[in-house]
């Protein structure tokens, strides 16, 4: 399958979703050529030491947003990678906050290359933080 489709089949259900977003209870809500949406519920498990949603979780989030998006370009045989990211915070978000949303976006696949962006809403739809990053793209390693 290409990337395309072994994302659609996460977001269905037919493929198991990757482990991390099992552990953080990210849930791919929408697949598109090029644009990835994972949801996740804000909760008091994710919190930093000040009571909000921790941003490395945030980070997490964008960076899954993204790098999904990528991988929906790529044909069978190829994945990718994050080689750089920069995260801006908009506001903070509360533990019940109610859901969070990551839609990533592809700017650009090159055949090694590939850059993307996304944004992190809050249940309220408020812009909470975004992200742009870049992604290498190699041959798919499969098997030990």
Do not use: W
Not at 15 to 22: E, I, M, N, R
Not at 26 to 54: E, S, Y
Not at 82 to 104: C, E, H, I, K, N
Request: proline share 6%.
């Amino acid at each position: 399958m290409n990337g395309l489709e072994i994302m659609r089949a996460i977001a269905t259900g037919a493929v198991p979703p990757p482990p991390v977003a099992v552990l953080l209870g990210m849930d791919c809500t929408a697949v598109d050529d090029g644009h990835v949406r994972f949801a996740a519920k804000a909760a008091a498990k994710l919190t930093n030491p000040q009571g909000t949603i921790h941003g490395g979780i945030i980070a997490t989030l964008l960076d899954t947003a993204m790098t999904c998006a990528i991988f929906t370009k790529l044909p069978e045989g190829k994945s990718c990678t994050t080689t750089d990211m920069s995260v801006q915070f908009v506001r903070p978000l509360a533990p019940d906050d109610g859901a969070m949303t990551a839609d990533g976006y592809v700017i650009n696949a090159g055949k090694t290359r590939a850059t993307a962006r996304a944004e992190l809403k809050n249940a309220s739809g408020k812009l909470c933080a975004y992200a742009t990053s870049g992604a290498a793209i190699f041959e798919a390693q499969l098997g030990p």
